[in-house]
């Protein structure tokens, strides 16, 4: 008997993505103590190919087999939301961290924050722009979900384009504020928690990026429909949520923390 769950048929991309994830483990712990890359580079491209055949075997299942029922996208809204629900807990963390040195600067730092030593960046130039890019890309993932619900494609595919765009530009500026910047990841807890946090946060911008991309082509290639898009919107959720983050991470570690 037939039952609105769709049951999940035999994959390798569970076994290639951890294999992957070691592997880049390894390589990033030699390429940190100088040794060979190859490691690292095995890793990148065995997650690249798990990305990629696993979005193909998604995209299948959604689009041309007809498995996502209404009951199967409930669970998945539910399994991103608690993704989303984890994610929240990771920086969490990073906050933590920053606020217990921050908040209590040890002797060791000068006694204050920032540390003596250490020159902090300007919160009204660059990262300033970053957040007037991030949130310009919230207004334009947000047009683009409206156009996608009322059938108008044109515009929900300029409206990606624009946020992808965006994504990409936010990304260019934040590797280039790194490059400029007058303290590293070993200048004390300030440069550990500044760099960690920030960086992690610009890892998840990249991926969002790309989860977009992905999403632009899909309506491109016209694989959504006005009521069954949640691919769209798990996009549009985890992009919402990268722009919160860097609100706090602006208004904290930018801003409060210069």
Request: charged share 5%.
């Given at each position: 008997?037939?039952?609105?769950?769709?049951?999940?048929?035999?994959?390798?991309?569970?076994?290639?993505?951890?294999l992957?994830?070691m592997?880049?483990?390894?390589?990033?712990?030699?390429?940190f103590?100088?040794?060979?890359?190859?490691?690292?580079i095995?890793?990148?491209?065995?997650?690249?190919?798990t990305?990629l055949?696993?979005?193909?075997?998604?995209?299948?299942?959604?689009?041309?087999?007809?498995?996502?029922t209404?009951?199967?996208?409930?669970?998945?809204?539910?399994g991103?939301l608690?993704?989303?629900?984890?994610?929240?807990?990771?920086?969490?963390?990073f906050?933590?961290a920053?606020f217990?040195?921050?908040?209590?600067?040890?002797?060791e730092?000068?006694?204050?924050?920032?540390?003596?030593?250490?020159?902090p960046?300007?919160?009204?130039?660059?990262?300033l722009?970053?957040?007037?890019?991030?949130?310009?890309?919230?207004?334009?993932?947000?047009w683009?979900?409206?156009?996608?619900?009322?059938?108008?494609?044109?515009e929900?595919?300029?409206?990606?384009?624009?946020?992808?765009?965006?994504g990409?530009?936010?990304?260019?500026?934040?590797?280039?504020e790194?490059?400029?910047?007058?303290?590293?990841i070993s200048?004390?807890?300030y440069?550990?928690t500044?760099?960690?946090?920030?960086?992690?946060?610009?890892?998840?911008?990249?991926?969002?990026?790309?989860?977009?991309?992905?999403?632009?082509?899909?309506?491109?290639?016209?694989h959504?429909?006005?009521?069954?898009?949640?691919?769209?919107?798990?996009?549009?959720?985890?992009?919402?949520?990268?722009?919160?983050?860097?609100?706090?991470?602006?208004?904290?570690?930018?801003?409060?923390?210069?």
């Open positions: 008997m037939r039952n609105p769950f769709h049951l999940v048929e035999f994959s390798p991309w569970p076994l290639t993505g951890s992957g994830a592997f880049l483990t390894i390589g990033l712990t030699y390429w103590h100088n040794q060979s890359i190859i490691t690292l095995i890793g990148l491209l065995l997650i690249l190919l990305m055949q696993w979005w193909r075997d998604i995209i299948r299942e959604s689009t041309f087999q007809g498995y996502h209404l009951k199967v996208s409930l669970g998945m809204r539910m991103m608690l993704f989303i629900t984890s994610e929240v807990c990771f920086f969490f963390a906050f933590w920053y217990h040195s921050s908040l209590a600067p040890n002797t730092l000068g006694a204050c924050w920032p540390p003596v030593y250490v020159h960046l300007n919160p009204f130039q660059v990262p722009l970053n957040t007037a890019i991030l949130l310009a890309s919230g207004v334009t993932v947000t683009a979900h409206h156009s996608l619900m009322c059938g108008n494609l044109k929900s595919t300029q409206s990606m384009l624009l946020t992808v765009s965006l990409i530009y936010f990304t260019i500026l934040q590797a280039e790194y490059s400029e910047a007058s303290f590293s200048d004390s807890v440069g550990a500044f760099f960690v946090a920030t960086g992690f946060h610009g890892l998840h911008v990249i991926i969002g990026s790309l989860f977009l991309l992905t999403c632009l082509m899909r309506i491109m290639y016209h959504f429909s006005t009521n069954h898009h949640f691919g769209f919107e798990a996009a549009a959720w985890y992009w919402h949520f990268v722009d919160v983050v860097w609100l706090i991470l602006y208004t904290c570690i930018y801003w409060w923390g210069s």
